[in-house]
C-alpha cells in the first residue's frame, strides 16, 4: 500500500517538507503512487480516454461538461489539454493509469491561482469504489505542499455529489461551507447549484 494513502495532512506536509530542500513547481508532469500513474495525456490517449471515462454519462451527472459523443471530441479536449501543460498555465490534466495493466481508469485535474490549488476529478464507472481517487489525490496535495508557493487546497462539489465529497474527507480535507449557486452542472439542472468546499492548507 502506498505509504502516503493512510497518511494525514500533517503527514503529507512533513514527509514533503523532509524530501525537498527548496521550492518545486507544482503541477509537475507526471506522479506515481503504489497502484497508479498520473501523467499529461497525449494525443493518441484521447481514443482510450474516450472509451473509458469521457463518453460514461455516469460520471458526468454532477459535471460541469457533458459525456462526449465521438473520440474527436475528446481529441480536440486533450488538444487543450497539451496545450496547457506546454504554456504550464491553466488547468493542467494528469490521465491516471493502472500499473497492474496499463488501463486508464480517469483523470483528475488542477488550476494554480497564487497560493490556492483547485482539484477536479473523475474516473470511469467501472473503476469507482476501489479507492483509486483517493490514492491519488493524496499524491496531488502531497505535490502541492511540496511548492511553497502553494499553502491551499481546495475541491469542490455539487452538494449532492456525495461520493466526492467521500473523497475529500477520506483525504483528510476539511469541510468549510456551501457555496450557493455557484455550479452549473448542465447533467443535473438548468440551474445553478449550491456546491461544497472542501480544503486542505498548509498548517493543517
Ligand atoms: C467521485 C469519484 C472520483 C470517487 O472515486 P473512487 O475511486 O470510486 O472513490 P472511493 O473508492 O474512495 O469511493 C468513494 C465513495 O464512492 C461510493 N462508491 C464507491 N463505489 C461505488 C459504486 N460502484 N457505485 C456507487 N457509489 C460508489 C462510496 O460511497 C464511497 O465511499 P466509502 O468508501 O466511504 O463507501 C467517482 O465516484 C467519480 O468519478 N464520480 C463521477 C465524477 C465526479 O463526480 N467527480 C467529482 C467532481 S468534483
Same mark, same amino acid.
Given at each position: 500500500m502506498d505509504r502516503n494513502v493512510s497518511a494525514g495532512p500533517e503527514r503529507i506536509h512533513r514527509e514533503a517538507a523532509s524530501c525537498y530542500t527548496r521550492t518545486v513547481e507544482f503541477p509537475p508532469e507526471e506522479l506515481e503512487t503504489t497502484r497508479l500513474v498520473l501523467r499529461r495525456p497525449t494525443i493518441e490517449d484521447a481514443e482510450a480516454a474516450f472509451e473509458s /471515462?469521457?463518453?460514461?454519462p455516469k460520471i458526468t451527472r454532477y459535471l460541469t461538461w457533458t459525456a462526449h459523443t465521438s473520440p474527436a471530441q475528446t481529441r480536440e479536449y486533450f488538444q487543450q489539454a497539451i496545450d496547457a501543460w506546454d504554456l504550464r498555465m491553466g488547468h493542467r490534466i494528469w490521465l491516471i493509469e493502472r500499473? +497492474?495493466?496499463?488501463?486508464?481508469v480517469g483523470t483528475i485535474g488542477c488550476t494554480v491561482h497564487f497560493h490556492r490549488a483547485e482539484i477536479g476529478f473523475a474516473l470511469?464507472?467501472?473503476?469507482?469504489? +476501489?479507492g483509486y481517487m483517493p490514492e491519488a489525490m493524496k499524491q496531488v496535495c502531497a505535490a502541492a505542499f511540496?511548492?511553497?508557493?502553494?499553502?491551499r487546497v481546495q475541491a469542490l462539489c455539487d452538494e449532492e455529489n456525495t461520493r466526492s465529497s467521500r473523497v475529500m474527507q477520506k483525504i483528510g480535507m476539511? /469541510? +468549510?461551507?456551501r457555496l450557493r449557486? /455557484?455550479?452549473?452542472h448542465p447533467n443535473r439542472s438548468d440551474t445553478p447549484r449550491d456546491c461544497v468546499m472542501y480544503a486542505m492548507v498548509r498548517s493543517d
Open positions: /471515462y469521457a463518453s460514461d500499473k +497492474e495493466d496499463g488501463a486508464l470511469g464507472s467501472r473503476f469507482w469504489g +476501489e511540496q511548492d511553497d508557493r502553494i499553502s476539511q /469541510y +468549510e461551507g449557486q /455557484y455550479g452549473q
